[in-house]
């Protein structure tokens, strides 16, 4: 169905579900041209030489688009751009679950949930999967029930919760988990 989705506090864009790759990409496009709009608003507002900082959960080397729309805010207005590495979502899953992401000599895969089922294959490597608000793993218990996952939500945080297992012996806690937490803090951040 259409309805929109709250992203964990960058703003609200549409539900994913039932979109091709044009439509999505569209969808993504536009939303992220009123986020744009939305801080060259703001920061129009705001002194000359104020410094501004913007805090990616997550990496906005990975399927976060901070930094996409930051340059998009600097063709509308005179902004200096810089970047700091911090440390990764995925860093921090690999170190909670003190896990070395690749076997040795092969690849490891970053994808989103809503390729996963698609393309997962067993050729891939490890998979990290970002951005999945419905567990798509789910869709590979029939096929590959024997995969182990390492889930983490809220890294580095107080609040951080960890699982890990045999996909087709933890699929049912982990929808149960994410689903309590995201009622409980009211948002959530996870990758597998």
Same mark, same amino acid.
């Given at each position: 169905?259409?309805?929109?989705?709250?992203?964990?506090?960058?703003?609200?864009?549409?539900?994913?579900?039932?979109?091709?790759?044009?439509?999505?990409?569209?969808?993504?496009?536009?939303? &992220?041209?009123?986020?744009?709009?939305?801080?060259?608003?703001?920061?129009?507002?705001?002194?000359?030489?104020?410094?501004?900082?913007?805090?990616?959960?997550?990496?906005?080397?990975?399927?976060? @688009?901070?930094?996409?729309?930051?340059?998009?805010?600097?063709?509308?207005?005179?902004? +200096?751009? @810089?970047?700091?590495?911090?440390?990764?979502?995925?860093?921090?899953?690999?170190?909670?679950?003190?896990?070395?992401? &690749?076997?040795?000599?092969?690849?490891? &895969?970053?994808?989103?949930?809503?390729?996963?089922?698609?393309?997962?294959?067993?050729?891939?490597?490890?998979?990290?999967?970002?951005? =999945?608000?419905?567990?798509?793993?789910?869709?590979?218990?029939?096929?590959?029930?024997?995969?182990?996952? &390492?889930?983490?939500?809220?890294?580095?945080?107080?609040? +951080?919760?960890?699982? @890990?297992?045999?996909?087709? =012996?933890?699929?049912?806690?982990?929808?149960?988990?994410?689903?309590?937490?995201?009622?409980?803090?009211?948002?959530?951040?996870?990758?597998?």
């Amino acid at each position: 169905g259409r309805g929109v989705v709250d992203d964990g506090g960058k703003g609200v864009r549409p539900v994913d579900a039932g979109r091709d790759r044009d439509q999505y990409g569209a969808a993504v496009r536009d939303w &992220h041209a009123a986020r744009a709009d939305a801080y060259a608003a703001v920061l129009g507002e705001l002194p000359e030489g104020t410094v501004v900082g913007f805090l990616v959960w997550g990496d906005p080397a990975f399927y976060d @688009s901070t930094i996409r729309v930051v340059d998009a805010v600097a063709t509308r207005m005179p902004l +200096q751009v @810089s970047v700091f590495a911090g440390i990764s979502a995925i860093q921090e899953l690999a170190a909670a679950h003190r896990i070395v992401l &690749h076997e040795i000599g092969e690849p490891v &895969h970053i994808t989103t949930g809503r390729r996963l089922a698609g393309e997962w294959s067993p050729d891939l490597g490890t998979v990290v999967v970002m951005l =999945d608000g419905a567990l798509a793993c789910r869709d590979l218990v029939e096929r590959a029930p024997d995969l182990q996952i &390492h889930w983490g939500a809220y890294l580095g945080m107080r609040q +951080q919760e960890l699982r @890990s297992g045999r996909l087709a =012996d933890v699929i049912d806690d982990l929808i149960a988990t994410r689903a309590r937490l995201r009622e409980q803090h009211g948002w959530i951040m996870d990758v597998y």
